[in-house]
């Protein structure tokens, strides 16, 4: 399967980083850094009823800018609002093309839904630490 083939799956790193109160906000970079490696085998394996492979593209806004690309998790840095690149990532994926955006803000969720793109929350990629 060709990555052009693969489901795209966006996250939305603030959304995501955001829902668990782990202290992300002393170091917004650093939490989007340990976000985007532990998508790492999500790469690979995909996600919970979504079989693998993916295309993970880790959307990044604000202080997390400046976080690297590594193998398996492309970081897109926006150059103002995350949900804006988000909601182009998803216009732009191929018509025949599955998309699915991990994100729990509800006026993204429309926007991308309105592209096509499916949406799961947070959880999908961050399971809460109690869990």
């Known amino acids: ?9 966006i996250v ?11 202290g992300w906000w002393r170091d917004r970079r650093g939490a989007a850094t340990r976000l985007r490696d532990s998508l790492v085998p999500y790469a690979a394996a995909g996600l919970p009823g979504l079989p693998g492979p993916v295309e993970l593209v880790l959307v990044v806004e604000g202080a997390a800018r400046g976080v690297a690309s590594v193998a398996g998790v492309r970081v897109d840095p926006a150059p103002g609002s995350g949900d804006d690149l988000i909601a182009e990532l998803a ?3 191929a018509p025949d093309r599955d998309c699915v955006v991990v994100t729990a803000d509800r006026g993204l969720r429309q926007r991308v839904e309105a592209y096509g793109a499916r949406c799961v929350g947070p959880r999908t990629v961050r399971p809460s630490p109690d869990a």
Not at 1 to 9: I, N, P, W
Not at 12 to 22: E, I, K, M, T
């Open 1 to 9: 399967m060709s990555e052009d083939d693969a489901v795209l799956v």
């Open 12 to 22: 939305d790193a603030a959304n995501v980083v955001g829902s668990v109160p782990d």
């Open 91 to 93: 216009a732009g994926a």
